[in-house]
């Protein structure tokens, strides 16, 4: 089992930054690959960035040159920075791992974009 927990949401402006931290109760480099999705009010979760083996990233269009998805093995710690952030990057952010074939996701933490 693997148990994430998710922090660093809050209220920003447009333009402004945030940085997501996703804590993992297993050594996240025994994690075939996690990310971050989010889910905006009235829409689908989507996939905003994974980071697999070998630092290997993927990002969403939408947030692809704006977000940074980074590791820290020895905090067992997935990072998100988010930078130039717009509203429509308003959502509650969820962290997710691959292990074992089984998804696990945290609770989420909530971004509000607005001035």
């Known amino acids: 089992q693997v148990q994430l927990v998710e922090s660093g949401g809050g209220l920003v402006q447009p333009g402004g930054s945030l940085r997501l931290a996703c804590a993992s109760s297993?050594?996240?480099?025994?994690?075939?690959?996690m990310g971050w999705y989010r889910q905006a009010p009235g829409k689908q979760r989507e996939l905003v960035a994974d980071i697999r083996s070998g630092d290997r990233t993927n990002y969403a269009d939408s947030v692809n040159g704006r977000f940074t998805i980074s590791r820290d093995t020895a905090k067992n710690t997935v990072y998100l920075q988010m930078n130039s952030l717009q509203p429509d990057d308003t959502a509650v952010y969820y962290c997710?791992?691959?292990?074992?074939?089984?998804?696990?996701w945290g609770k989420g933490t909530r971004v509000t974009v607005s001035s």
């Open positions: 997710n791992a691959l292990y074992g074939a089984m998804n696990y």
């Open positions: 297993r050594d996240i480099f025994s994690i075939y690959r």
